[in-house]
């Protein structure tokens, strides 16, 4: 079976412009969660996506947004970068319905560098 | 916010059993102590979870204190593979991952 899958791997993107990196959740999941990992740090949750609703957010400010699509994909878009928006951005998918204890699974990430 | 204290790193031999401890003094009855691993610049791995009872996979063993404030997690028979920074967190729908500890396996 296929795993979380993201693209693209890596992106190279200017100050100010905006990105969209998708992610296809493991079949039967239904639930899509965005992590960013800057450089030498763990991975930061920004948002988590239940049958197409924010189920939850992080800190991050409102340059960023997110979507869940009825095939239970997802976009994660970040307007206006920022130097420090570069990092490498994690999708994870879950089986929800568990509350807490839900195992998430991980895909390989995007790669941003923003010049 | 992390809500666990792990070492920073720790090394291990090859072969050897690799023993990595967690605390989490301020765990809440509900919450699950998961552990993930990240290879370098690739998706953290999901290894294994538990709620209160001692838990065994192909990975690894977790082995966590009856009163939950603290865990083990345990890779009986390491490899070179095995170097990565290892996550472990308390699963509350989301994942508040910390430093973790960077662990190095030496031949």
């Known amino acids: 079976d296929a795993g979380v899958t993201q693209s693209p791997t890596h992106l190279i993107k200017t100050r100010g412009q905006h990105v969209t990196l998708r992610c296809s959740p493991i079949?039967?999941?239904?639930?899509v969660s965005w992590y960013q990992q800057v450089l030498g740090q763990g991975p930061q949750f920004i948002f988590q996506?239940?049958?197409?609703?924010?189920?939850g957010r992080g800190n991050f400010p409102d340059r960023f947004s997110a979507r869940q699509f009825p095939n239970y994909s997802s976009e994660l878009n970040v307007n206006a970068l920022l130097l420090g928006d570069s990092a490498l951005y994690l999708c994870?998918?879950?089986?929800?319905?568990?509350?807490?204890?839900?195992?998430?699974?991980f895909g390989p990430g995007t790669r941003l560098l923003v010049l | 916010d992390a809500k666990t204290t792990q070492p920073t790193s720790m090394d291990c031999a090859e072969g050897r059993a690799a023993n990595l401890p967690c605390n989490h003094s301020?765990?809440?009855?509900?919450?699950?102590v998961y552990w993930y691993r990240q290879i370098h610049s690739q998706g953290p791995q999901y290894i294994i979870h538990?709620?209160?009872n001692n838990e065994t996979n192909e990975m690894a063993s977790l082995i966590i204190t009856e009163d939950r404030k603290s865990s083990t997690l345990i890779l009986p028979h390491a490899t070179l593979r095995d170097t990565a920074v290892y996550y472990c967190?308390?699963?509350?729908?989301?994942?508040?991952f910390g430093a973790g500890t960077t662990v190095t396996v030496r031949a």
């Open positions: 967190i308390l699963n509350d729908y989301k994942l508040s």
């Open positions: 538990g709620l209160k």
């Open positions: 994870a998918s879950s089986r929800p319905g568990q509350g807490f204890g839900e195992t998430q699974y």
């Open positions: 301020t765990i809440s009855g509900n919450e699950y």
């Open positions: 079949s039967g999941h239904k639930s």
């Open positions: 996506y239940y049958e197409k609703e924010e189920r």
